[in-house]
């Protein structure tokens, strides 16, 4: 959408019942616009001042249905902070709490760097916190900020640039560049610099829709994405034997370790990411005496932060990752992780809402709590050379050694991405290295059957009669 001289004006119409009850209406080549007043003498005053605009010839804007002047004034006063801040209100309702830190987080990352040039608060510390904490989280606004807090924003509200600064190429790659530094001054993660950057197009894309820019300016902006590696890395990735190893140190490890050992069972045999873990019901599992079963996957649970949801409550639960809200995913299980599923149940019972793990108060399984088991049992069960390496540093590698161990024995890619809750693109993305290593296997069993095939055909040859036209030949 652009701008048009096409401007079109309704009678003014009163809408009883409403404190704003005088509404005025245009159309600017065709789409709506409107406003509302209190009195009709404030709706005709307005309208009358649209009415000049449109007389001497001023272009209207399609989206906003404001004359160019007016536009050029809002985006000549509304500043970056303000407008972050903006958008920060109108994700709130709809966006969960893990994802509004992370917003917050990105954004903090950013304004200090969309201030006027040279400008550099003297405690950036102070700065980032206050911002993270209260500027962009919308559930800290009912109360006043700390005198710190507060003196930094007020700084910053002085010195942010106005949107309209946003078009000059400079200032967004200025803003880019911000996002590849951590406060330190030390680069920052790949995955976390590419993150903050789509928080940043998501923010700029509103100010395209509210006006305040004509086009989204990182489209212009020649700046080159840091590398981020989606593949596993097949250092990382336990092997059988090491995964066997692991879970018996976890089993015989004094603590928490044997209530935890079908909990990281889960993210091998199932492929299922630790929030999955953390949510999983005994209602959900179909374990059997003898042979396979399944356990049909509903959602996870995410540390969010008391301060970022709605109920205050640390934890939220979510649906399956990038699904909706009721779909779910059957995993069958093989005999071996059912027996184990089934002694932890025997065992140790579940929570009073059916939750197979749970902390000692019966609250869901910590990451920290479980990290720290992880560690333990990768001391006990890895020896010196091992623990050198990569391997099963994370208890997510957990979850690749699974993928790549069904890949490996030839289990359909497609099936392994439904099995593991990912698209198959994201599949051979990821486990690209693990399917190229299936290449060879692959190849000879072509080659086999090609070869079967052939002595087939021969046998077959063989046994026709011979024909007079061939044998004259």
């Avoid at 309704?10 to 709506?32: D, K, M, P, Y």
Wanted: proline share 6%.
């Amino acid at each position: 959408m652009g701008m048009s001289y096409r401007v079109r004006f309704w009678e003014i119409r009163e809408r009883s019942g409403r404190q704003r009850a005088f509404e005025l209406r245009w159309t600017v080549n065709g789409r709506e616009s409107s406003e509302s007043f209190i009195t009709r003498g404030l709706a005709e005053s307005r309208q009358s001042k649209l009415r000049t605009a449109a007389r001497e010839g001023e272009p209207f804007d399609e989206r906003t249905g404001l004359p160019a002047s007016e536009l050029r004034a809002i985006r000549q006063r509304v500043t970056w902070y303000e407008h972050a801040r903006d958008y920060i209100e109108q994700r709130w309702d709809r966006t969960p709490g893990n994802t509004r830190r992370t917003l917050a987080d990105a954004l903090a990352t950013l304004t200090p760097a969309l201030v006027e040039p040279r400008a550099r608060y003297p405690e950036p510390r102070i700065l980032r916190r206050a911002l993270y904490s209260w500027a962009f989280n919308r559930n800290a606004w009912d109360s006043e900020p700390p005198d710190d807090w507060h003196r930094a924003l007020t700084w910053l509200e002085k010195r942010s640039l106005p949107m309209s600064d946003l078009e000059d190429p400079l200032v967004v790659r200025r803003a880019l560049d911000a996002l590849t530094r951590k406060l330190d001054g030390k680069q920052a993660a790949a995955k976390t610099t590419l993150r903050k950057k789509a928080a940043f197009s998501d923010v700029l894309g509103l100010a395209v829709e509210k006006g305040y820019l004509a086009a989204n300016p990182l489209s212009s902006v020649r700046w080159t994405n840091p590398l981020a590696t989606e593949e596993v890395d097949p250092e990382c990735v336990p092997n059988p034997n090491q995964v066997a190893r692991l879970l018996a140190a976890l089993r015989e490890q004094r603590g928490r370790g044997p209530h935890l050992e079908a909990f990281f069972g889960c993210v091998y045999y199932a492929a299922m990411r630790p929030a999955e873990v953390v949510r999983l019901q005994l209602d959900q599992c179909h374990l059997p005496e003898q042979g396979w079963g399944m356990l049909t996957l509903h959602g996870g649970v995410v540390l969010a932060g008391k301060g970022w949801t709605d109920d205050g409550s640390a934890h939220e639960v979510h649906s399956l990752k990038k699904r909706a809200l009721k779909e779910r995913r059957p995993v069958p299980i093989p005999p071996e992780f059912v027996a184990m599923l089934r002694r932890h149940v025997e065992r140790y019972g579940t929570a009073a809402d059916g939750r197979l793990f749970r902390s000692e108060r019966g609250l869901y399984v910590q990451t920290a709590a479980y990290g720290k088991t992880w560690r333990r049992a990768r001391e006990d069960a890895l020896d010196e050379q091992e623990r050198a390496t990569l391997v099963a540093e994370r208890p997510y590698d957990l979850r690749h050694a699974g993928i790549s161990f069904w890949l490996h024995s030839g289990v359909d890619p497609a099936e392994c991405a439904r099995r593991a809750g990912q698209s198959i693109e994201v599949m051979l993305r990821v486990y690209a290295k693990v399917l190229a290593g299936g290449q060879e296997r692959a190849n000879r069993r072509i080659e086999a059957a090609m070869k079967e095939w052939s002595m087939g055909a021969d046998e077959a040859r063989s046994a026709l009669p011979d024909s007079p036209g061939l044998a004259r030949e």
